[in-house]
């Protein structure tokens, strides 16, 4: 016997239809396929846009063995997380509007018509759940702001799968209706209301996006961060004061450890070879900025301790305790003649919140890997 | 079973798949994902819109429906919808905690801000309006005046 899910089931009394359960309880020209179906076609963009820069920043920070990260291009990641960020504040209006634009089947009568149909209301609720949850979490990292005691990138990630895979669930669910309403126009107040959506994300991505595009800084104003602001011109993550690192004395050293070991002071540091490079620090949160840092080579300290060109290394901080106190650099990065333990940004020495007196920068790398108050170099 | 349903089976699966996959990663989690408290905030959001946010863009689109003349309803509407979700954007950098140690996060005065930016948003939609229901009295004027 086959199993019919679709059999309708005894509807509820009507006399519990009341308030917004009332038939027309409250119309609105916008709650049409012909606007879900346009809306959703530019939100689902967006989500997955999300979803796949997310994944990639998923992976930089946490590299599977069988993934080589390149260093080129330059600004890969800062590209690459400010799509991300721009691309998750550009869905708040999109999905907002998406949802009112659907609401009369929030109080649908009876409200559920049978098991089928109860699965896909199910379905819905946990595209909203998480759909909601990865808009707000997003948000509220950007401005730092953790109000739970969960670790964010994990459980971001692990929300995000829940939401792409009830989105595309969803998309073959309603692939006919999606078909239907896309075929048809809409009518021009609905036209209106669609051009009112483009207009918010335009809005929202103009106001916000100067965070890490420099040109567009000025118009930035509801953005976390402005590329220019911050102590030698460069925003930080991590002050020294929150990771609790003192200023180093005269006994500071810089250990290389290899197959020649050996140890270098600051004055030792600073009578090496110094190179320039311009990269940006270009933070998990969306921001980025430019520096111009002048350092050693990582991969002339590595010569000099006897390690094969592209040699993984670590490099660890002063940090006594912290996520970040430590990060790999990998073949590719290690290699790369860009890649300085520097000693100085923009003209001057760095200050203790930009890692003094040595920090990691290395291009087409997430600023959380950019290793501050560097005291150790190990290769693997 | 025809190319499309396949095609459209395969789409389901593999989104149920997807979901399944972030369910365990979240269950199995730890304290990483504490599974509860995550449970909370997923079930919060869908309170939140269902019962604070839908009723609340109810009532003020039947304000609009009562009180504005039908030609300028659609612009306003979508005034609206960019002053509402330019606020929700500014929701965090205008109550977030921030960090008084680092004054790079969060620096501009942004209640300032998101008032200039929501008076922009406002002059448009008054000259929008005021534009159609200028060419609208401008449409029915000749009309009236041959009759």
């Given at each position: 016997m086959r199993l019919r899910l679709d059999r309708p089931l005894p509807a509820p009394p009507d006399a519990l239809r009341r308030g917004p359960l009332r038939e027309d309880a409250f119309s609105s020209p916008v709650h049409d396929p012909t606007v879900t179906a346009r809306l959703g076609r530019w939100l689902g963009i967006a989500f997955a846009t999300c979803?796949?820069?997310?994944?990639?920043?998923?992976?930089?920070?946490?590299?599977?063995?069988?993934?080589?990260?390149?260093?080129?291009?330059?600004?890969?990641?800062?590209?690459?997380?400010?799509?991300?960020?721009?691309?998750?504040?550009?869905?708040?209006?999109?999905?907002?509007?998406?949802?009112?634009s659907v609401a009369p089947q929030l109080w649908v009568w009876p409200p559920v018509r049978s098991v089928l149909h109860a699965i896909e209301r199910l379905s819905i609720l946990v595209l909203v759940a998480s759909a909601v949850f990865e808009l707000v979490s997003g948000l509220l990292n950007v401005v730092q702001w953790?109000?739970?005691?969960?670790?964010?990138?994990?459980?971001?990630?692990?929300?995000?799968?829940?939401?792409?895979?009830?989105?595309?669930?969803?998309?073959?669910?309603?692939?006919?209706?999606?078909a239907t309403a896309l075929a048809s126009r809409p009518s021009p107040e609905r036209r209106t209301f669609l051009f009112g959506v483009a207009a918010a994300v335009a809005t929202v991505t103009v106001v916000t996006v100067g965070q890490t595009l420099r040109p567009l800084s000025s118009l930035a104003l509801l953005a976390p961060r402005r590329p220019e602001v911050g102590p030698q011109g460069l925003p930080v993550n991590r002050t020294a004061a929150a990771a609790?690192?003192?200023?180093?004395?005269?006994?500071?050293?810089?250990?290389?450890?290899?197959?020649?070991?050996?140890?270098?002071?600051?004055?030792?540091?600073?009578?090496?070879?110094?190179?320039?490079?311009?990269?940006?620090?270009?933070?998990?949160?969306?921001?980025?900025?430019t520096g111009r840092w002048r350092g050693v080579r990582l991969r002339d300290l590595l010569e000099q301790a006897g390690a094969p060109a592209g040699s993984?290394?670590?490099?660890?901080?002063?940090?006594?305790?912290?996520?970040?106190?430590?990060?790999?650099?990998?073949?590719?990065?290690?290699?790369?003649?860009?890649?300085?333990?520097?000693?100085?940004?923009?003209?001057?020495?760095?200050?203790?919140?930009?890692?003094?007196?040595v920090r990691l920068i290395a291009p087409n790398r997430p600023g959380v890997l950019q290793t501050k108050w560097v005291v150790r170099v190990e290769v693997l | 079973m025809t190319g499309v349903r396949a095609w459209r089976l395969a789409l389901g699966v593999a989104g149920v798949a997807a979901v399944l996959f972030g369910l365990r990663g979240l269950l199995t989690g730890g304290p990483a994902t504490d599974w509860p408290v995550t449970a909370t905030w997923l079930l919060a959001g869908v309170l939140v819109h269902d019962l604070v946010v839908v009723p609340v863009v109810a009532g003020v689109g039947w304000l609009l429906a009562r009180w504005l003349p039908e030609g300028v309803r659609p612009v306003v509407r979508g005034g609206l919808v960019v002053a509402a979700t330019v606020t929700v954007v500014a929701l965090p950098v205008l109550n977030a905690p921030g960090d008084p140690r680092n004054p790079s996060l969060m620096p501009l005065d942004y209640p300032r801000n998101l008032a200039v930016v929501l008076g922009v948003v406002g002059a448009v939609t008054v000259v929008l309006a005021v534009h159609r229901r200028w060419r609208a009295g401008r449409a029915a004027g000749p009309r009236a005046g041959a009759g």
């Open positions: 979803f796949v820069t997310g994944l990639i920043s998923h992976y930089i920070q946490q590299p599977p063995s069988w993934l080589t990260v390149p260093s080129r291009p330059v600004w890969g990641y800062r590209v690459n997380q400010g799509v991300h960020v721009a691309t998750g504040l550009a869905c708040v209006p999109l999905l907002l509007a998406k949802l009112w953790y109000p739970w005691p969960f670790f964010f990138p994990r459980t971001h990630y692990y929300v995000a799968w829940v939401a792409i895979g009830s989105i595309v669930l969803h998309v073959a669910v309603k692939a006919p209706a999606i609790r690192i003192d200023p180093v004395g005269p006994d500071y050293r810089l250990t290389v450890a290899g197959p020649r070991p050996y140890e270098l002071s600051l004055a030792e540091l600073r009578a090496l070879p110094q190179h320039d490079a311009e990269l940006p620090i270009a933070c998990v949160e969306g921001w980025s900025a993984r290394v670590r490099v660890s901080s002063l940090e006594r305790d912290g996520l970040y106190r430590e990060s790999v650099v990998d073949a590719a990065h290690s290699a790369d003649g860009l890649t300085l333990l520097a000693l100085e940004l923009n003209g001057a020495a760095l200050t203790p919140d930009h890692g003094s007196p | -």
